[in-house]
């Protein structure tokens, strides 16, 4: 993001695994099922990759591009840092989940999320 619009306002840090932004963020819905009450809730991961305008995906959604995203369209396989926006469970209450994923997409398409696992990475 060299030259071009300072998209919403964001600004762009990159280091060869993740791409961490400042500003708008998008949501990956993930289904899941509680393990206390057994109900299945979905939790929301936020995410800066592509086009950044909180847009909503699931896992198998093509990622939406936007005018300065030509480095991430040419990646064959990136882990983009997620954050959950609430780890308790609707039903419940209970916190069901880890707070910080990686999110697997590969050309373009969201293919999995696991709990980040690499945490030297600053
Ligand atoms: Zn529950």
Redesign the pocket.
Known sequence: MMKGQQHHGAQVLKCPTYTFFMGAFNILNVEKN?P??G?N?TTRIQFKFGETWQLEYKIGDKIIWGLNNKVEQGLDKVYVYGVLENAK?A??E?S?AKTTYDILIMKGVIIGVRPMQDVTIL
């Open positions: 509680c206390n009450c109900k809730t469970c039903y419940c209970v069901i």
